[in-house]
C-alpha cells in the first residue's frame, strides 16, 4: 500500500524548533520529488521546501520558499525510506498543518497532516 505519514508536529514558542518525519511505505522516497507543504487557516497550501530525485541529477537538489530560508532544511534518509523537515527559529507565523508530498511527472501522492503550532 503506497502511502505517507507525516509525525512530529506540536506546539512549541517562538524561537524553538522542531523535526517532522514523512515515512513512506510502497514506494522508494529516494526515486521522487519529496516535498513539504503547509496550509495555515483561511489561507492556501504553499509549497515549503522540495528535495528532488537522487537520480535527477548527480547530486540532490533543495528549494525552499524565501520565508524560511536559513531556518527549514528538508533531508531524506534513503535507508530508512524518511524524509524530514528541520525547523528552527519558528515564528508564529509557521504556524499550520504541514503536509508531505511525493511526485513524479504526473503522479503524485499526499500524507495525512501533522498539526505545527507556534504560540508562547
Known amino acids: 500500500q503506497l502511502q505517507l505519514v507525516e509525525s512530529g508536529g506540536g506546539l512549541v514558542q517562538p524561537g524553538g524548533f522542531l523535526r517532522l518525519s514523512c515515512a513512506a511505505s510502497g514506494f522508494t522516497v529516494s526515486d521522487y520529488d519529496m516535498s513539504w507543504y503547509r496550509q495555515a487557516p483561511g489561507k492556501e497550501r504553499e509549497l515549503v521546501a522540495v528535495i528532488t530525485r537522487s537520480f535527477l541529477t548527480a547530486g540532490e537538489t533543495t528549494n525552499y520558499t524565501d520565508s524560511v530560508k536559513g531556518r527549514f532544511t528538508i533531508t531524506r534518509d534513503n535507508a530508512k525510506n524518511t524524509v524530514y523537515l528541520q525547523m528552527n527559529i519558528l515564528k508564529p507565523e509557521d504556524t499550520a498543518v504541514y503536509y508531505c508530498?511525493?511526485?513524479?511527472?504526473?503522479?503524485?501522492?499526499w500524507g495525512q497532516g501533522t498539526q505545527v503550532t507556534v504560540s508562547s
Open positions: 508530498k511525493a511526485a513524479v511527472r504526473r503522479w503524485s501522492l
